[in-house]
């Protein structure tokens, strides 16, 4: 998940005040829908109001990405990537405390009993971890595997590429 990247953007967030003010302390992934409270599409101005003002900005990233943490120097949280100035995508940062998705599945769960409890799912191999991918319509849910244990969630409109 670019995670070289995320990494040297996250220490940028060192000089903002305590990011992600906002951010859920316990975030859901309601499959197809909404991940930590965002939506695919809605505004960049309604992420703001929603997650806060404190930010980090990928310096490296294809798409306008920003990432919201639950502290200076802490990388678990939420990124949020925006194209045309609207969410195009959202996943956690660095397997974040107590998040939840559907059917009991909590992040840090072992891979079988997450991925049978989440559905329908292919896998997509990704540099140093597996991206399981739930196809709708309008939506892909992912499910990140690292070392046989869940790591992360992340929601993408069809067609974008799991693995970030």
């Known amino acids: 998940m670019r995670r070289a990247a995320v990494c040297a953007s996250l220490l940028a967030l060192a000089a903002a005040a305590p990011a992600g ?10 499959p197809g829908r909404s991940l930590g409270g965002v939506r695919l599409g809605e505004s960049a101005a309604r ?6 003002s404190f930010r980090g900005v990928c310096r490296g990233c294809a798409t306008t990405t920003w990432y919201f943490t639950y502290k200076p ?5 939420l990124a949020v990537e925006l194209t045309g100035g609207r969410v ?15 059917n ?17 799912l292919v896998p997509d191999t990704c540099v140093g971890y597996t991206a399981y991918v739930h196809a709708a319509t ?5 499910y990140y595997v690292l070392n046989g244990k869940l790591w992360g969630f992340g929601l993408f409109r069809p067609g974008a590429t799991p693995c970030r």
């Open 73 to 77: 120097f802490d990388q678990h949280g």
């Open 47 to 52: 992420v703001a109001r929603s997650l806060g």
């Open 104 to 120: 009991g599945i909590v992040l840090g769960a072992f891979e079988g009993d997450a991925t049978s409890r989440a559905g329908s």
């Open 138 to 142: 309008a939506t892909q849910t992912v």
């Open 88 to 102: 195009s995508g959202v996943f956690t940062l660095w397997q974040p405390d107590r998040w939840t998705g559907p």
């Open 21 to 30: 003010a906002a951010l859920p302390a316990h975030g859901h992934l309601v």
